[in-house]
């Protein structure tokens, strides 16, 4: 008998190590998430600057795992292709169709080479062209596509260099070409690394605080700074649409690039060393210039040094000017904010911000324009005189936007709103923009410049209503014009009309797919525009519903909740549950109680999120509100988890009172923080019976100095930090886990390690765990082969430790 134990413990052994030891071949799941994957995708949509011309893009099914393993660089905290010169896998579409607004039109763009891959997409001011980037093995090509014809060609044989941040060209204000930032022909062969070490590599602190968030991809030695030089140097042109091009200023590697309003200056913020180890390139020193048409320096405007002693709390910022910009409604007028406080919140002064403005030709004074009290948030500029500015502090979330004279510094400014941001139900929207006459953007007013037309989500107690509004500058009130009505989603996503009697709208239901529609807003006709299908028809039928539910402290939740097709509660009980979620801080309980969804949202259905359950027989519980609240001088994370376990309470309850989830069966998952929060439930309670989590990060002592939210450092709230580590807490996890994470993830905080040394502690531990590490993928997932295993995965976990959980676990009923 002895012997025949042995046996079956070493047979039982071997096949547990068969299954939990790492696998080198990629899964697929079912043929039905197989299908949800490769779902038809509807195009892209973009509008001409004179809304004539609508612009179809095509979108491609995910990319295949090889092409995710293109060569790649890592430099001061960008990814690049060295071969092309551009972004490391990059998203892109593969064709264009124009389609004519009025009479409905249909052309496809001709010219292109089989199977495009295009990026950078940008319409000319008047809308008589489409520039584009044409991504090829070895090199951007720059191309045009002309409306008129339908038909595209390459502008320019060199290289377009797109290694920075931001789009590497810009049209001019004419539009009859674009100023374009290219590879140099001259720049040599790549620099190579030594094979024998000329020294150490050494960093130093001489006594002042250096605090950094824990950024990755960041320089590493000499090399890699040659190796940022060589690639990150561009040389700027200025390239005719019939493809002649004239060379500006000397090569050097380019932050930005913006033509003034009367196309007669450009502005150019350069990066220059020394370089960094510790934080990336934004943070480099800069060198902002004013400089004419053909590259000679006009106004040196400033030199800000290496930016590695900002704090890491919220509103803080760095010394000198910043912001620095073109007043849009004038013809060459610079825009600035420098910190009064220099730039540190825990400063006690008066005014946080000051604005500045610098009229061509640059040589008088600056001209002050308003101090603000809290942190500068943005400005808009009309052709009506004046300007709104607005500012932000982020401990209270409160908001304010200021009306200026721009041309009479001294007059009295005029404050037109005061209100907290987490208060959605108040929220009066954003202002629409129009093009001035120098084709930049402006506030699109009426009734001779004293109203703004404003748009917004339109939060309300029954659910999100988009709306159009009429601002009254002068009372403060506002008048609505428009309002999203059920059983419909509807928002606008252009004006056709400046008067805001005729737009463009995004139309859908629960069982409607999305598609775009010009409405007049006098009459209410409507006229649908695009006829995109659903996406995923097989599964058209699932139940959707935006529940409202309250946790034990009397807080308001919210989620969306899905249940399969054809599924009748009399027959089919109460279902197994997967529950999807994203934790969120706030000031007060009102404000994490106020709904942010709409119950007439299209039932969309997703690879992404937890759609892939009901596939299984699953009630999904999507976006289950788990709002962390923190009210007067208490922070949210002082109670995080206590938080978290009331929530997830309260929405199985809500579940068990409408009988169709079985709380005894339940799962709970989420991406990121989402990660973070699952396996915080899984270590603080016995509320679920497994847990994803995808791309998270479990130990805080690694982000020392402040992650999501939380404004302390780990010394100053050590207690915090350890008590909100699932890591510390491993020996709590006594339900099955599940960690999936991209092998090359470069989000601040979430290192692939973070879950590598989590499963490392739950299984050294006794815990039942798997980590599945992606190979290329980072913090999302992109390639087919990724995302069909990451379902595989997910599924299965769900379908041996949840839907058969009597069987595998026993029923606690």
Do not use: C
């Not at 403005?357 to 004074?365: M, Q, R």
């Not at 404004?711 to 339900?735: C, K, Q, T, V």
Request: glycine share 8%.
């Amino acid at each position: 008998m002895r012997l025949r134990i042995s046996i079956l413990s070493v047979l039982l052994t071997f096949f547990f190590i068969s299954w939990a030891v790492a696998q080198d071949t990629y899964q697929e799941p079912s043929q039905d998430l197989i299908d949800l994957v490769d779902g038809a995708h509807s195009p892209s949509v973009s509008f001409s600057p004179d809304r004539q011309t609508l612009l179809l893009q095509e979108v491609p099914a995910l990319p295949s795992i090889a092409e995710m393993a293109q060569p790649e660089l890592r430099l001061a905290g960008i990814r690049i292709n060295p071969n092309t010169n551009g972004p490391s896998r990059p998203g892109y579409v593969t064709g264009f169709t124009l389609r004519d607004m009025e009479s409905g039109e249909d052309r496809e763009v001709t010219g292109l080479p089989a199977n495009p891959v295009i990026t950078n997409v940008s319409w000319s001011p008047d809308g008589s062209h489409i520039a584009f980037l044409l991504n090829t093995e070895n090199s951007l090509e720059l191309w045009i596509s002309e409306v008129s014809t339908a038909s595209a060609r390459k502008l320019a044989d060199s290289g377009v260099n797109n290694t920075y941040y931001g789009s590497p060209y810009s049209w001019t204000r004419e539009g009859d070409g674009l100023i374009v930032q290219m590879v140099p022909a001259d720049r040599g062969d790549v620099p190579e690394r030594s094979m024998i070490p000329t020294g150490p590599v050494i960093q130093e602190s001489l006594g002042e605080a250096r605090p950094a968030r824990t950024y990755q991809d960041l320089l590493q030695d000499s090399h890699d700074e040659d190796l940022f030089d060589y690639y990150f140097t561009s040389q700027l042109f200025e390239v005719s649409l019939n493809g002649d091009k004239k060379s500006i200023g000397e090569p050097t590697i380019y932050r930005s690039v913006s033509l003034s309003p009367d196309g007669n200056y450009i502005l150019v913020n350069k990066t220059e060393p020394p370089y960094s180890y510790r934080v990336p390139a934004f943070r480099f020193p800069q060198n902002i210039q004013v400089w004419d048409r053909d590259g000679v320096l006009v106004h040196q405007f400033a030199e800000l040094p290496l930016a590695d002693r900002v704090p890491i709390t919220f509103s803080a910022t760095t010394e000198g000017p910043r912001s620095v910009s073109w007043r849009n409604d004038t013809p060459a007028t610079l825009s600035w904010v420098e910190a009064l406080d220099g730039g540190d919140p825990s400063v006690e002064v008066d005014y946080r911000d000051r604005v500045f403005t610098l009229e061509a030709p640059f040589t008088d004074d600056p001209v002050q324009h308003i101090d603000l009290e809290y942190r500068y948030s943005g400005l808009q500029w009309s052709e009506e005189g004046f300007a709104l500015v607005s500012e932000f502090w982020r401990e209270d979330r409160h908001l304010r936007a200021w009306k200026i004279d721009p041309d009479n510094p001294g007059a009295e400014v005029e404050l037109i709103m005061d209100r907290s941001t987490e208060d959605r139900y108040n929220d009066p929207g954003s202002p629409e923009m129009r093009r001035s006459q120098y084709g930049t953007w402006v506030l699109n007013t009426v009734n001779d410049g004293n109203s703004l037309l404003m748009t917004g989500i339109g939060a309300t107690p029954e659910g999100n209503r988009p709306f159009l509004s009429r601002f009254n500058l002068e009372t403060g009130e506002s008048e609505e014009l428009w309002r999203s009505e059920a059983p419909y989603y509807e928002r606008i996503v252009t004006l056709l009309e400046e008067d805001g009697s005729k737009v463009i709208t995004r139309r859908e239901s629960v069982d409607m797919q999305p598609n775009f529609f010009v409405r007049d807003i006098e009459s209410g006709e409507l006229e649908q525009i695009t006829f995109f299908e659903h996406p995923t028809p097989q599964l058209k039928d699932v139940h959707k519903e935006f529940i409202q539910y309250e946790r034990e402290d009397g807080v308001q939740l919210s989620a969306t909740l899905y249940l399969p097709p054809e599924y009748e509660q009399e027959r089919d009980g109460k279902l197994p549950v997967l529950v999807w979620a994203y934790p969120r801080e706030f000031r007060s309980a009102d404000a994490a109680g106020q709904l942010a969804d709409s119950p007439y949202r299209f039932a969309g259905m997703s690879y992404w999120g937890p759609h892939f359950a009901l596939t299984m027989g699953f009630a999904v519980v999507e976006n289950a509100t788990m709002p962390i609240v923190g009210e007067g001088d208490e922070n949210p994370n002082d109670t995080f988890v206590e938080q978290l376990i009331l929530s997830a309470d309260a929405v199985l309850d809500e579940l068990e009172r409408r009988n169709v989830g079985d709380r005894n069966r339940a799962a709970i998952g989420g991406h990121s923080y989402g990660a973070f929060m699952t396996a915080n439930l899984l270590a603080h309670s016995r509320i679920f019976r497994a847990g994803i989590a995808r791309s998270g990060a479990f130990n805080r002592t690694l982000t020392p100095f402040g992650f999501q939210a939380e404004p302390r450092n780990f010394w100053d709230a050590s207690e915090i930090y350890l008590s909100m580590s699932p890591f510390m807490h491993a020996d709590g996890i006594d339900d099955p886990i599940l960690f999936i994470h991209g092998a090359e993830d470069n989000n601040s905080g979430t290192f692939p390690m973070q879950s590598e040394r989590m499963y490392a502690a739950v299984a050294g531990l006794g815990g039942i765990t798997r980590l599945v590490m992606l190979p290329e993928e980072s913090h999302g997932y992109r390639s087919r082969e990724s995302v069909l295993h990451m379902l595989y995965e997910q599924s299965e976990w769900l379908e041996q430790y949840v839907k058969n959980a009597e069987v595998v676990a026993g029923s606690e009923e």
